[in-house]
């Protein structure tokens, strides 16, 4: 079946940096486009960052370009989210999502992992 498993989330100051990890299994991954989202309580889910998955053509939300970085490895079926210079309101549950180029009803979320960042 299809699986999102994100890790890498925690606890970290205030300018300091975090990798997550999504690791995907059941489905054909260079398929499909992947992408990081993220909500903090009392908000709306928001799209962070997304890559494509043959091009590897990159989008990021206002707030974060500069810092996060979104990159993918297709033999090793994972995306990752580098995040540098974080700030307080990056604090939140960070998603992983995958859907396909063409058929867009295959989507698919992970479970989540809390990123919480102190001043």
């Known amino acids: 079946q299809v699986q999102l498993v994100e890790s890498g989330g925690g606890l970290v100051q205030a300018g300091g940096s975090l990798r997550l990890s999504c690791a995907a299994s059941?489905?054909?991954?260079?398929?499909?486009?992947m992408s990081w989202y993220r909500q903090a309580p009392g908000k709306e889910r928001e799209l962070v960052a997304a890559i494509t998955g043959i091009s590897w053509r990159t989008n990021y939300a206002d707030s974060v370009k500069g810092r996060f970085t979104i990159s993918r490895d297709n033999a090793k079926k994972t995306v990752y989210l580098q995040m540098n210079s974080l700030k307080p309101e990056d604090t939140a549950v960070y998603y992983c999502n995958a859907v396909h180029q063409t058929l867009t009803n295959l989507n698919y979320w992970g479970q989540g992992t809390q990123v919480t960042v102190s001043s």
């Open positions: 059941g489905f054909t991954f260079s398929l499909y486009s």
